[in-house]
């Protein structure tokens, strides 16, 4: 099993920047790629970003493109979502996730999810 507990919600203004943090604990050997995907209220949970935990590679959603970047800290198990240039169309919670597979923006290719994080941003 892994487990995974995001950090570093909250609110902000329009045009600022918030960085989210997930730790993955446990079997984390097994972890091929994590990921981050959001939830605004009345609506699906959708895709925002994803990075291999090997190579590093990286994909994001193009809503987020350009303005978000995703990394990660082998060592520390931890992997990041630098946000900047926030919209208050980026509002929801969001939910870190971990993979086995490889590198894939589709959710029910990971097995592994935090609890989520709420990020509000005011106009």
């Known amino acids: 099993q892994v487990q995974l507990v995001e950090s570093g919600g909250g609110k902000v203004q329009a ?4 960085r989210l943090s997930c730790a993955a ?34 994909y994001y959603a193009d809503s987020v493109k350009g303005r978000f970047t ?12 630098q946000m900047n240039s926030l919209k208050p169309e980026d509002t929801a919670v969001y939910y870190c996730a971990a993979t086995g597979s ?11 999810w935090g609890q989520g994080t709420q990020v509000t941003v005011s106009s």
Do not use: C
């Not at 045009?15 to 918030?18: A, K, N, R, V, W």
């Not at 995703?70 to 979502?81: E, F, G, P, Q, W």
């Open 15 to 18: 045009g600022g920047s918030l």
């Open 102 to 112: 490889t590198l894939v923006t589709i959710q029910h290719e990971y097995d592994y």
């Open 70 to 81: 995703i990394s990660r800290d082998n060592a520390k198990n931890t992997v990041y979502l």
């Open 25 to 58: 604990s446990g079997r984390t050997f097994g972890i091929n790629a994590m990921a981050w995907f959001r939830q605004a209220p009345g609506k699906v949970r959708e895709f925002v970003a994803a990075v291999s935990w090997s190579g590093g590679s990286t």
